[in-house]
């Protein structure tokens, strides 16, 4: 049995949270445009945009090296703003046993808050964990707030 981890961050954002829900929901095919650095594509795989079932693919650069993920919306809850995205095909599974990312967002304080949960399973230890992949995620997430905010 593989060793199971979880990765949390918590990025406060500028643009009105709405617009990340509605990003990652009905308007994925626009993040390589937000976030040109970090994601270089989208294809809908299979289903439609924004229903759970329906596959996807992501092309998209980590350490300076070109990946994929093919990915299934497990969950959308709209009126909570959650998403779960399980990969089912592409780099991160061919060295982890499972990959699931659960964006949440929601209001603390009076603070709009971008939640990424990346919970997975590394074969053994030798495997590391995601940091790279959760900096990359924060990086995304900054620059589609940049771009929402200029």
Same mark, same amino acid.
């Given at each position: 049995?593989?060793?199971?981890?979880?990765?949390? #961050?918590?990025?406060?954002? /500028?643009?009105?949270?709405?617009?990340?829900? $509605?990003?990652?929901?009905? /308007?994925? =095919?626009?993040?390589?445009?937000?976030?040109?650095?970090?994601?270089?594509?989208?294809?809908?795989?299979?289903?439609?945009?924004?229903?759970?079932?329906?596959?996807?693919?992501?092309?998209?650069?980590?350490?300076?090296?070109?990946?994929?993920?093919?990915?299934?919306?497990?969950?959308?809850? =709209?009126?909570? /703003?959650?998403?779960?995205? /399980?990969?089912?095909?592409?780099?991160?599974?061919?060295?982890? $046993?499972?990959?699931?990312?659960?964006?949440?967002?929601?209001?603390? $304080?009076?603070?709009?808050?971008?939640?990424?949960?990346? @919970?997975? @399973?590394?074969?053994? @230890?030798?495997?590391?964990?995601?940091?790279?992949?959760?900096?990359?995620?924060?990086?995304?997430?900054? #620059?589609?707030?940049?771009? =929402?905010?200029?």
């Amino acid at each position: 049995m593989g060793l199971k981890s979880v990765l949390c #961050a918590k990025i406060e954002v /500028k643009a009105n949270k709405d617009v990340f829900h $509605d990003v990652f929901t009905n /308007k994925p =095919h626009h993040v390589s445009t937000m976030s040109p650095l970090h994601v270089q594509g989208f294809d809908l795989l299979e289903g439609d945009i924004g229903t759970v079932g329906s596959k996807i693919c992501w092309t998209y650069t980590l350490d300076g090296e070109q990946k994929i993920s093919k990915q299934i919306l497990e969950v959308v809850d =709209h009126e909570n /703003k959650v998403l779960v995205l /399980k990969e089912f095909e592409g780099d991160v599974t061919n060295k982890y $046993d499972s990959f699931k990312a659960t964006l949440h967002i929601e209001t603390k $304080d009076e603070i709009d808050l971008i939640s990424w949960t990346l @919970e997975y @399973e590394r074969p053994n @230890e030798n495997v590391p964990e995601l940091i790279s992949l959760l900096d990359f995620i924060v990086g995304m997430t900054k #620059a589609i707030d940049d771009h =929402h905010v200029n």
